[in-house]
């Protein structure tokens, strides 16, 4: 039986759309978000709290934080890529559509445990599906997934290794602006859930990953691919 086709830049499109999806409902259950988005939430907390500063939303505290992981991959890198940039252009789409999602979707009550975990179900779902998804494309993800991929290639290291290093390091930057900005003590953006994600995620997506290769014939729309291999 001949399987449907699914074009790898729908795949992009679908990718974003769950991602941001996923973090937003992941918020608002407040059970703590991925380690990998964990440090641009934390500071975007802080900032918009100081008068005039409310823009400072999580869309722009992503795509903001992200630039500065694109220059330091061309710095580590010595070079520039156009995929490079384009990675950034991902990261922005993204960054304008959580902050859609965070203003369609409305902040749960902390005493309703019942939604609160199935919303936190519903992030997680979305979440690994938007990944997923994003690796069956040939376009620039966001630079959380750019700078694991290139700095596995330049150090001729596991992706998966660099990845969990990669991890490790942004719990622990999350962790450090949540006790300076807040307080010691205080996990801003950070809980179980966090646990969980770093647990799981690897498993959901490669389920996801193998259950979308086995429904689909995933293939190039159009015919952009050398552009984003210079």
Known sequence: ?????????????????????GVTFMERADFGLSMVVAPAYVIHRYISMFPGMEWFSFGV?????????VVVLMIVMRRFRWSYLFSFVTVVIYGYILDLFMWLIPSISADNILLRVVFFIAGEVFCTLGVSMVFHTYISPEAYELFVSE???????????????????????????SFIFFGFGQFVGIGWGTVLCALINGVIIGWMCKAEDKLFEFRDGLKLRPLFEK
């Open 1 to 21: 039986m001949k399987k449907p086709i699914f074009y790898t830049e729908a795949a992009y499109a679908v990718g974003i759309l769950a991602l941001a999806l």
């Open 61 to 69: 505290a992503e795509y903001t934080l992200q630039l500065v992981l």
């Open 151 to 177: 700095l596995s290639r330049k150090l001729n290291k596991p992706s998966s290794r660099v990845k969990w290093v990669y991890d490790v390091v942004s719990c622990v930057v999350g962790i450090a602006l």
